[in-house]
C-alpha cells in the first residue's frame, strides 16, 4: 500500500511562487503517472497536471499552462508542483494521485483513473 503526502502548501501573495512536493512511502511511484489535483471551497476538485511514468510526458489545464510545472525524481520517489505568476484563484487545497494503471504513456486527466490520493496541502494566494 503507497502512502502519498504532500507538503509545500502556504499563503503566498499574488504573484508569487510556491514547489508542491508529493512523496511517496510503502511503494515505488516510478512505473506510475502521477497527477496533481486542486479543490477550491465549495467547487469540485479539477485537474491541474500530470506526468507520465519516465517524465516523458505532461498534461496541463488550460487555467495553469506557462505558469505551472509539474516534475519527478523517481530515484526519490517525488513528484514536484512548481507554481509560479500565483493567482488568487490557485487557492485551493491540492492533491498528488497516483495512476491506477502502471506504464501508461500518456498521463491521465480524470481524477477516475487515478488511486491513492494523498491528504492534501492547503495553498492559499491573497490579492
Known amino acids: 500500500q503507497v502512502q502519498l503526502v504532500e507538503s509545500g502548501g502556504g499563503l503566498v501573495q499574488a504573484g508569487g511562487s510556491l514547489r508542491l512536493s508529493c512523496a511517496a512511502s510503502?511503494?515505488?511511484?516510478?512505473?506510475?503517472?502521477m497527477g496533481w489535483f486542486r479543490q477550491a471551497p465549495g467547487k469540485e476538485r479539477e485537474f491541474v497536471t500530470a506526468i507520465n511514468w519516465y517524465g516523458g510526458s505532461t498534461s496541463y489545464a488550460d487555467s495553469v499552462k506557462g505558469r505551472f510545472t509539474i516534475s519527478r525524481d523517481n530515484a526519490k520517489d517525488t513528484v514536484y508542483l512548481q507554481m509560479n505568476s500565483l493567482k488568487p484563484e490557485d487557492t485551493a487545497v491540492y492533491y498528488c494521485?497516483?495512476?491506477?494503471?502502471?506504464?501508461?504513456?500518456?498521463?491521465?486527466?480524470?481524477?477516475?483513473?487515478?488511486?491513492?490520493w494523498g491528504q492534501g496541502t492547503q495553498v492559499t494566494v491573497s490579492s
Open positions: 510503502g511503494r515505488t511511484l516510478s512505473t506510475y503517472a
Open positions: 494521485a497516483k495512476d491506477r494503471t502502471k506504464y501508461t504513456r500518456a498521463p491521465p486527466t480524470s481524477e477516475y483513473e487515478y488511486v491513492f
